[in-house]
């Protein structure tokens, strides 16, 4: 059997072709995060994977109440990145009292959480350039009820699709 160089350099260029646009996807396009906690129960359960696209946001923005990607501020003493609910942009009045979350003094309705909210929290304007994420457990969430509020610029995508376990598949609009 005879090695045909032209056939080796067609297998290798085509492999060096996929690991960059595979490389070029990860960076730029989309992304697969493993869900780490519970912070996000019911809605998405630890160990659920999701594809993060992240694109979007930095051309149409951000909607309150989709499930975003963002680098951690400083203060909560976190490190990796999280995945949580966008409450509130920047503007926006944030409170929770008697386990009702209100957004600009307007109760919200939340069909996706498993129980009432055990505290209370603020009134608090979101600053310019700052978003308030909530965790959909969120008695059991760190989260900005915690440690404040986070940058708009630490954004890294948006939940798109949870592809495992396949029983939970789910596309997020």
């Given amino acids: 059997m005879s090695i045909n160089k032209q056939e080796v350099k067609e297998w290798v260029m085509t492999i060096l072709t996929a690991v960059v646009l595979v490389i070029i996807i990860r960076a730029f396009i989309l992304d697969s995060r493993i869900v780490p906690t519970p912070s996000m129960v019911p809605?998405?359960?630890c160990g659920d994977r999701l594809?993060?696209?992240?694109?979007?946001h930095r051309f149409w923005g951000l909607e309150r109440g989709e499930v975003i990607v963002f680098?951690?501020?400083k203060q909560s003493q976190l490190t990796d990145d999280l995945i949580k609910r966008l409450i509130g942009l920047p503007g926006d009045i944030i409170e929770i009292k008697?386990?009702?979350?209100?957004?600009?003094?307007?109760p919200q309705e939340e069909p996706y959480l498993a129980e009432s909210i055990q505290y209370e929290y603020g009134p608090?304007?979101?600053p310019e350039g700052k978003?308030?994420?909530l965790g959909d457990n969120r008695n059991r969430s760190y989260d900005?009820?915690?440690?404040g509020f986070a940058d708009l610029d630490?954004?890294?995508?948006?939940?798109?699709i949870t592809y495992w376990p396949l029983d939970r598949l789910k596309y997020w609009k």
């Fill in 144 to 147: 900005s009820h915690e440690w």
């Fill in 51 to 56: 594809f993060v696209e992240k694109i979007t």
């Fill in 131 to 133: 978003i308030f994420v």
């Fill in 43 to 45: 809605t998405i359960q």
């Fill in 124 to 126: 608090v304007k979101v």
């Fill in 71 to 73: 680098v951690p501020p």
């Fill in 154 to 160: 630490s954004v890294k995508g948006k939940a798109l």
């Fill in 98 to 106: 008697d386990g009702t979350l209100y957004i600009n003094n307007e």
